[in-house]
Each structure stands twice: as C-alpha cells, then as structure tokens.
C-alpha cells in the first residue's frame, strides 16, 4: 500500500514539464506505480492538451507539411530494441519501465559502491552536471547516518522499505526533503530497501560520520 | 475540430497509415504545435523544425494512442511538451505509464477507467475561457513558459503560496468533480 505520495505542486510542476529531467525521473518512478498520482498527472496534461488547442494558431509554412510527408517513411533509429542489459531487472521487477533506460547495465552490475558498510550506492551516469541520481540499496541494520541537505532531496522506494523516525517508507513510496531537514534512515522494518534518490546538492552528516561520509555525498 | 475527430484521425494514421487523415490532422494541429512551441520563445524556423519532430512523432507513435485513456489533445500535449524539452533543454522527459507489472497488490484499479476522456478534454476547453485572468495567467506561465511553481512566483512577484491556491483554485473548476485531489 502505498502512503507516501509526491506534493501537489510537484505532480503538477512534472506534468506541465517544468522540472529538471533527473527530478521528474523521481516523481516518475513513483507515478509508474502509483494510480492516484497518475491520474493526477493525467488530469494535469488534459489541462496543458486544451490549453495547447486553445492557442491562436500561427500560419506553417507549406514546405514544412512536404518536409514532414517525405520522412515519415524513414526508419525510426531513436526506438531501437531495448538493450538486453535491463532484461534482469525487468525480472527482479522492481525498476519501472521508466528508470530502465537510465541504468545502463543489469541491476547486479551497476557500479555498486560501499558506503562506510552501511548501504551501498551506485550512481547512474547521465546527471553528473546539475543532480546526483543514485540507487541505494541497504540490508536490515543499514542505515545512513544523521545528516542534513544542502538543497532538494527526492527518494522513491523501489523495493523493501525503511524508517525514519515514526514514518515508515515502503516500495512505491516517495518522499521530498529539504535543506530544513535532519533525519537518519534505517532499515529495521524490512529485510532490505532498495531505492532511487536524487539530489541537487551535497548531504551534510553530522559527528563521527562526518569525515568519512561527507567527501563521498559531495556533488 | 473536437477531441472525437482528432482520435478518428489519430486512429486512421495508427492503424492504415493513412496520409489524407494525417494531412488533415497537421493542417489542424500543427499551427497550434508552433504557436505552442514560440510561446515559449522560439523564433519561426526553430519552431518548425520542433513541428516536423512533434509531427514525425505522431505518425510514429498514432498505433498507441487509445481513447479510452486520454484524449487525443492530452496525447498531442505530451509530445509536443516532451520534444520541446529535448529541443530547448536537451534532456529528456521522463514518461511514466502507471506500470501494472510493478503495481503494488493492495493498490487501486486503472487509472484510466474513472472518466470519459475525450468528453473531459471538451469540458476543460470551455471551462478554460471562464477562468478568472489571474488564474489563466498563472497556467499559461507553467504549460507554455514550462515555469514551476517558484519560478512563476518569482517572476510575478507575488508569494509562493498565491501561485499555488491559484493553480489549485484553477484546477478544481477546469476538471470539476474529477479534479478532487486539488480540491
């Protein structure tokens, strides 16, 4: 069941396209398997679809209908089969077809990452310039430590679950954090979490952790 | 020309590959693809060229248009707004189909079934000329502009909490009942 759901605002803002491409990957994994936000979604572009065909149209130059009827006979390259590589996580079932594209390898051979033994990280490549887009996995009694937000934080749980504090976030789930945010997530409610987080700026962890932790969560 | 006949189109081109359709469909969409695509900045060859991808697109992708589950001016929107992304931004839109394969066992049924598609997209065009200036503004500013929430408070100058009961208030009345988690 899931009980954590993207804000409003955020629904919205991914529907009209408004937001960074590696921010909407988030509210999108989560859309994938959330039929509420879904519709919400849905609801939001049939808005965006009137609006578009309320707009005043502006002449097309007769060539551009010639141009068009000449490549439509072209083969499509852009949707080529989908790699192989993401044939085993379409087995495991727990990355939506939406994410698959974005991995670049099977599940199992993402560059997987320890952190500290706590959890392990594997950063997907495609973002490096303005967010850092990982997948985290962690076993019961991983957790990450007590830490603060430089910026915005997005998470949508792939698979298993974690706590922090009173709330418990399960597979589907999704949750926004913010620069106002400390908090310390653990896996003591599931036998492992596996899920997609994304930032747009580096983590601050506080005490002991500090000097191990920090270099690595840096953007 | 109504959401019926757009998908009658739609539907001609998806499953005969019928040019005469899809030539009529480019005269009716296609101006209004390029008004989209300036309203945002474009100048007029840039704007065409982002036509011909949208236009391309449609012919390519008309066999998964389904009625049942959005209108066809929804479709077009969302092709329109994800090649304008990946023409001015350079990245890519990420489009979710709520995904049966990974959907939870307790979870709700399809999305798609609780409202007649075509016949919302037409209530929302004449809803949309009843809406107070104010709150037009404000979604003409987040679909043609691709602005969020606090970029259009910044540029209207007006608090974060404004843009948001304006677009909530705007939303409410376009989808009416069916709209109820914006209520």
């Known amino acids: 069941m899931i009980r954590h759901h993207p804000a409003l605002d955020l629904l919205f803002d991914h529907a009209t396209g408004s937001l960074p491409e590696a921010v909407s990957l988030a509210v999108a994994t989560h859309v994938a398997t959330c039929p509420s936000c879904c519709r919400i979604v849905a609801e939001t572009e049939a808005v965006g679809g009137a609006m578009m065909q309320n707009l005043p149209p502006i002449d097309i130059a007769d060539e551009t209908l010639k141009a068009v009827?000449?490549?439509?006979?072209?083969?499509?390259?852009?949707?080529?089969?989908?790699?192989?590589?993401?044939?085993?996580?379409?087995?495991?079932?727990?990355?939506?077809?939406?994410?698959?594209?974005?991995?670049?390898a099977t599940f199992d051979d993402l560059p997987w990452r320890p952190v500290a033994n706590l959890f392990e990280e594997?950063?997907?490549?495609?973002?490096?310039?303005?967010?850092?887009?990982?997948?985290?996995?962690?076993?019961?009694?991983?957790?990450?430590?007590?830490?603060?937000?430089?910026?915005?934080?997005?998470?949508?749980?792939?698979?298993?679950?974690?706590?922090?504090?009173?709330?418990?976030?399960?597979?589907?789930?999704?949750?926004?954090?913010?620069?106002?945010?400390?908090?310390?997530?653990?896996?003591?409610?599931?036998?492992?979490?596996?899920?997609?987080?994304?930032?747009?700026?580096?983590?601050?962890?506080?005490?002991?952790?500090?000097?191990?932790?920090?270099?690595?969560?840096?953007m | 020309m109504s959401n019926e006949e757009l998908s009658g189109l739609i539907e001609a081109v998806g499953l005969r590959r019928d040019r005469a359709a899809f030539t009529t469909l480019f005269r009716y969409i296609a101006p209004r693809f390029k008004a989209f695509a300036m309203s945002k900045g474009c100048a007029h060859a840039e704007a065409e060229e982002l036509v011909q991808e949208a236009m391309i697109a449609i012919w390519r992708r008309a066999s998964t248009f389904d009625r049942s589950k959005s209108a066809a001016s929804t479709w077009m929107f969302t092709i329109v707004r994800n090649k304008r992304i990946d023409r001015l931004r350079r990245e890519r839109y990420p489009t979710a189909e709520f995904d049966e394969a990974v959907q939870q066992p307790a979870d709700l049924p399809d999305p798609g079934q609780s409202m007649d598609a075509a016949r919302a997209g037409e209530s929302v065009r004449d809803a949309l000329r009843t809406l107070p200036a104010e709150q037009l503004l404000v979604l003409e500013k987040a679909f043609f502009e691709d602005k969020s929430h606090s970029a259009i408070a910044d540029e209207l100058g007006i608090p974060l909490g404004t843009v948001k009961s304006r677009i909530r208030l705007a939303l409410t009345r376009l989808r009416g009942e069916s709209m109820e988690a914006f209520a």
């Open chain 1, 122 to 218: 594997a950063k997907l490549p495609s973002f490096s310039d303005t967010h850092r887009v990982s997948i985290l996995r962690a076993r019961r009694g991983g957790f990450v430590p007590m830490h603060g937000h430089g910026g915005q934080e997005c998470l949508a749980v792939l698979n298993g679950g974690f706590r922090c504090t009173d709330d418990v976030f399960e597979s589907g789930d999704f949750t926004a954090c913010d620069s106002s945010t400390q908090h310390e997530p653990i896996v003591d409610t599931h036998d492992e979490c596996v899920c997609l987080l994304v930032l747009d700026a580096s983590l601050r962890f506080a005490g002991t952790y500090e000097r191990d932790l920090d270099p690595i969560f840096q």
């Open chain 1, 69 to 104: 009827l000449a490549r439509i006979d072209e083969p499509d390259l852009a949707s080529a089969a989908p790699s192989e590589h993401t044939a085993e996580a379409i087995e495991r079932s727990i990355v939506p077809p939406v994410l698959r594209p974005y991995l670049g």
